[in-house]
């Protein structure tokens, strides 16, 4: 069996789907094979944990790829393993019908029985999460802001929700609501990295967007983006997601600082004070003389050193030329 | 590393049980000669099946040891970076790493990537246009 379905990458490209999907018709056939009645297929049943995971991902890259024929026999398969009842299957079939959906009505139907399953059974978490994927599918976010509000007042440990929440109101512009489930999902998993890195993105992104705001607020977001980008780097070493961040907060932070002054903006009780300008601009320049290296040496593909996204080292060395011609000039 | 481990385990092994059986015969010899002698006496192995004993277990803990697989980095902050760049290797590398890691029931990548990714909550009809998109661009021709 393939080992990359058991676990594929975690953003998949489409040319990594279509690798994926083509890979159904022998993964199919191998499954089809004589299968006795119910004492006796325990003994000759050679399932694995793998094999069902294989087959979830499978249908989930043909169902992107558009191979309903595929995607359909994966979910017989898993319906008749299952059965109709498993809920992590339900939320299978129903993503199947979401995506075989051609028209509105048909989409309304899907929800529709969403809708009779959880009447039935309210804890059913899977269709619950389909049923907000859904609402945000069809544009009505304020539908699957509520849905999704009400799922984490039954269950408020599900960092997943608490992160898709946070997505849900940073695409509708709710800087400060979407930090605040960031910080959520942090309480329940302190040592996630990219959380703090997403949090520093989230806080740059606000402070960027809100240009009128007094200086004084804007220095206090910043350096928040910046306390969150510093324990990002904290906890996973040369993360080039970090010390981007890391680089053009500093470098937006310098701006914002009085420079000078000591202590010119006030705080309000209870917040810490904005770094110092020095620490910033030691901050800044650790940030470069890093990316530097990463990009040096991540693209020259050293060794201990492969394994960077190649997109994010061209962004990281056009930052890098961005800010060398500034100095030349 | 392998070839190297399984052969020392091997040797050791072989040398072993030859100075177990040794031990054995040796058992067996003085007991018939000593009740033909009738003397009590418990007489000591010799001293080459005493060094094939140690010298086998030393070369069967070293063949051990170099076999055993690579260990964990300790620090929180070395093992993220190793595990982040796993979701940035080449398509054979992570199949291997799968292979290699899943196999021993473990995991590959950064474990907190389903936080961004929230398969939960995936828009499969957005992926689908995406794709269809991509398709449109030509990207199957690659």
Known sequence: MSADLIQPFPSISPSTAVHLSQQAPQILQSSSSLSLPYPLSLLTSTETQETWMTYENLLISCLRTGDNEAARRCLDELL???GEKNERVM????MYEEAVAENDKELG?????????????????????RRVALLRSMGKTNDATAALVELLDASPTDSEAWAELADLYFTQGLYSQAIYSLEEVLLIIPN???????????AYISATSSESSDRGNTAKVLSDALRRF???????????????????TAKKLL????RGGKGAIATSDGDLPPPPVETVEKLHEIATSKLAEIVRRGSAGEKGWEGYDEAELIAARALLDKDEEKVER | MGLLSNSLNLTGVIFLTHAVYSAYEHSL????????????????LPLDITIETLLSLLVLCTGIVIGAPSLRPIQWAVWASSVEKEDHVSLEQRRALVEEKVRAGGTVGNPFAVLDQRNGFLDIRAKRREFA????????AK
């Open chain 1, 255 to 258: 701006d914002a600082l009085p």
């Open chain 1, 109 to 129: 139907a899907v929800m529709q029985s969403y809708e009779a399953v959880l009447k039935e059974d309210p804890t059913n978490m899977p269709i619950r999460k």
């Open chain 2, 133 to 140: 998109d991509w398709v449109r661009e030509g990207g199957a």
């Open chain 2, 29 to 44: 010899l003085t007991s018939s000669s000593s009740s033909s002698s009738s003397s009590g006496e418990i007489t000591s």
């Open chain 1, 192 to 202: 996630a990295w990219n959380i703090h890195a997403r949090l520093g993105e989230i």
């Open chain 1, 230 to 248: 510093c324990r990002s780097i904290e906890l996973c070493d040369n993360y080039l997601r970090g010390y981007y961040g890391l680089k053009i």
């Open chain 1, 80 to 82: 008749s393993r299952f």
């Open chain 1, 91 to 94: 939320a299978l079939q129903g």
